[in-house]
């Protein structure tokens, strides 16, 4: 298993972030579609996205590039990358298709969780009532 990186030695990755008329580097939601992505990843992935912790909060709404609905005001984060809350509805609703790298990430994040040694003594020591 690979050493997990650690997340204060680096800028935060962004992904999930389109094109503007200022920034025309960035991608089109549009040309990242694969209507082959099978649904069950796409879940996979949506789900693990909308789980993110916030790392900040905008005024406006952001609206779907590809079916104007509201897509969230917010930035999620993992602490390795960094996306807009919206882009769990592009993989999902669009099947917008992510860097293989990323679902590669996922993967070993959820195993890293899974596999944490675990310890109640804290809890134990500083739940009582005194
Ligand atoms: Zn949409």
Known sequence: MPEPRE??????RQLGFWRTPSNRTLPNPSDLIDPDWEESERHW???YLVHGQVAASWMGVSTC????QSNGSRDLTDGYY???EGLAHYVLDHSVRLPAEFGVHIQQRLETLEELERDLSWWC??????
Do not use: G, I, K, Y
């Open 65 to 68: 590039r590809l079916c104007s």
């Open 82 to 84: 960094l996306w807009p």
């Open 45 to 47: 992935v949506a789900d």
């Open 125 to 130: 020591q500083n739940s009582a009532r005194t």
């Open 7 to 12: 997340p204060a030695n680096r800028p935060v």
